[in-house]
T-cell receptor, first 115, second 113 residues
Framework: DAKTTQPTSMDCAEGRAANLPCNHS???????VYWYRQIHSQGPQYIIH???NNETNEMASLIITEDRKSSTLILPHATLRDTAVYYC????????????????FGKGTKLSVKP | EAQVTQNPRYLITVTGKKLTVTCSQN?????MSWYRQDPGLGLRQIYY???????DKGDVPEGYKVSRKEKRNFPLILESPSPNQTSLYFC????????????FGPGTRLTVT
C-alpha cells in the first residue's frame, strides 16, 4: 500500500470548513484513498473513500487531484464534535486477499475545532 | 442498528490469568479482525478471520489466540496475559460485498499488572 503524509495537527474554527490534506505521491492505479477518524480513543470511524473522482457523503467531501498524488478531506461546517485524529489510508479495494484487510493507520492529523 | 460490540470495555487483570475479550457484529460480515493501539505505535492488526473457521495472523499475533465458530463472533483470547499486552483493543468487521470500509467496536482497555 502506498505511504501517506499528513500534517501532525490543525486547528479550525467552529462552523468553518476544515480542509485536511494528504499526500500520497506513490499511489498506484488500483489504489483508493480512504479516510477514517478516531475521536478520543473511540473506535475508528469510516468517513469516505474515492478513486479519482471527487466524492461527497453526509459527513464530508473528498477532493482528489487529477494526478491522484494528493487529496483533501473537507468537513464543510466543522463542529466541536469533529475534534478527532483523521487518518488518510491508501489501499487497493478490499478483495479478501487476507492481509489486505489490514488497515495501516499512520499518525494522522489531529484536528482541533475551537469555539 | 448496525454495530460491532465488545466486552468488557475495561479490564484490569494480573499476569497469567487467562481472559477473553468478546466481539460481536450484527451486519453479517465475513471479515473480522482485532487491532491493538499503543501510544506512538498506532493501530496494529493482531489476528483476522476471513470467514467461519478461517483465521490467520496479523502483524502482532504473539500471545494471542482467536476463534471463529460463528459468523457474528470473534473472541480474542489471552491465555497468559503479560504487562506488555496492556493496550487498547479494537475489533473490526467488513463485508466482502462492500467497498472495504471497516466498522470498529468501541474498544476494550486492558491493563495487566
Amino acid at each position: 500500500d502506498a505511504k501517506t503524509t499528513q500534517p501532525t495537527s490543525m486547528d479550525c474554527a467552529e462552523g468553518r470548513a476544515a480542509n485536511l490534506p494528504c499526500n500520497h505521491s506513490t499511489i498506484s492505479g488500483n489504489e483508493y484513498v480512504y479516510w477514517y477518524r478516531q475521536i478520543h480513543s473511540q473506535g475508528p470511524q469510516y468517513i469516505i473513500h474515492g478513486l479519482k473522482n471527487n466524492e461527497t457523503n453526509e459527513m464530508a467531501s473528498l477532493i482528489i487531484t487529477e494526478d491522484r498524488k494528493s487529496s483533501t478531506l473537507i468537513l464543510p461546517h466543522a463542529t466541536l464534535r469533529d475534534t478527532a485524529v483523521y487518518y488518510c489510508i491508501v489501499r487497493s479495494l478490499f478483495n479478501y486477499g487476507g492481509s489486505q484487510g489490514n488497515l495501516i493507520f499512520g499518525k494522522g492529523t489531529k484536528l482541533s475545532v475551537k469555539p | 442498528e448496525a454495530q460491532v460490540t465488545q466486552n468488557p470495555r475495561y479490564l484490569i487483570t494480573v499476569t497469567g490469568k487467562k481472559l477473553t475479550v468478546t466481539c460481536s457484529q450484527n451486519m453479517n460480515h465475513e471479515y473480522m479482525s482485532w487491532y491493538r493501539q499503543d501510544p506512538g505505535l498506532g493501530l496494529r492488526q493482531i489476528y483476522y478471520s476471513m470467514n467461519v473457521e478461517v483465521t490467520d495472523k496479523g502483524d502482532v499475533p504473539e500471545g494471542y489466540k482467536v476463534s471463529r465458530k460463528e459468523k457474528r463472533n470473534f473472541p480474542l483470547i489471552l491465555e497468559s496475559p503479560s504487562p506488555n499486552q496492556t493496550s487498547l483493543y479494537f475489533c473490526a468487521s467488513t463485508s466482502r460485498r462492500g467497498v472495504g470500509e471497516q466498522y470498529f467496536g468501541p474498544g476494550t482497555r486492558l491493563t495487566v499488572t
